[in-house]
């Protein structure tokens, strides 16, 4: 029966690389001469250090930017954690990388696939979603519908079998 797997995963890599050349920028810049702006990438978790709120504005903006200019979506970045003051005038926020399907992103996309006209069906298997379906054109009418319908989550197709 044919199926695919609905998943969130960044590369990982390519996440590498752009805050490699982040850190260069950054201590190359003029503007942050002197300062203790930096980034740092341990597993999935990316710390922003700098002197100041705005500081840590522009650091994410070149961040940001160079994961743009590697094709890394910067929707899997989330920055909902709040900018904590460290020591003296020093802040950092922590922002983590996005892996695996939510459970409440997993459900809202069964029940999307469910209400659909489409004669498929959605499994939540862990950090994936499973959509299997009788013919092939109507997988890919379901790729189609999940990628216009959740449009905030970066999601991505693997596991194609026919």
Sequence with gaps: MPSFDTVLEPDLVEVRNAIDQASKEIGTRFDFKGSSSKVELKDKELTVWADSNFQIDQVMDIVLTKMAKRNVDVRYLDRTAKIEKIGGDKVKQLIVIKTGIDSETAKKLQTLVKQSKLKVQAAIQGDSVRVT????DDLQAAMAMIRKDL?????SFNNFRD
């Design 133 to 136: 379906g009788g013919k092939r």
């Design 151 to 155: 449009a905030d989550a970066p999601l």
